[in-house]
């Protein structure tokens, strides 16, 4: 089984950016699809961007353009760099991952996933 711990979320201003970190631990040796979801109060969860097979990275179009998905497997982490943040950004965002090669983002972040505790990213106008 795998273990994820994100950190880095915390509380900015609009137009700021933030870096999230997931440090995966435990039983690592198996290829596991990654990404990332938020969930805000009272609201759906929402993929945000996820790195799966290869070639198969996706973004919400909602964060096109401003987040960026990326992975050190040496450091068996992976990130999540935002840019130019929006109020409607703020949420609790998770770390998710699930074995084998996956593409679509849905099943990458889906019920079927590993998830982290979450981050809080709070983007204020």
């Known amino acids: 089984q795998v273990q994820l711990v994100e950190s880095g979320g915390g509380s900015v201003q609009a137009g700021g950016s933030l870096r999230l970190s997931c440090v995966a631990s435990?039983?690592?040796?198996?290829?596991?699809?990654m990404g990332w979801f938020r969930q805000a109060p009272g609201k759906e969860r929402e993929g945000v961007a996820t790195?799966?097979?290869?070639?198969?990275?996706r973004y919400a179009e909602s964060v096109k353009g401003r987040f960026t998905i990326s992975q050190d497997n040496a450091k068996n982490t992976l990130y999540l760099s935002m840019f130019s943040l929006k109020p409607e950004d703020t949420a609790m965002y998770y770390c998710?991952?699930?074995?084998?090669?996956?593409?679509?983002?849905?099943?990458?972040?889906?019920?079927?996933?590993?998830r982290g505790q979450g981050t809080q990213v709070t983007v204020s106008s």
């Open positions: 790195i799966g097979g290869v070639g198969c990275t």
């Open positions: 998710a991952a699930r074995m084998g090669s996956w593409c679509d983002m849905s099943n990458i972040i889906g019920n079927l996933s590993l």
């Open positions: 435990g039983d690592i040796n198996r290829k596991y699809s």
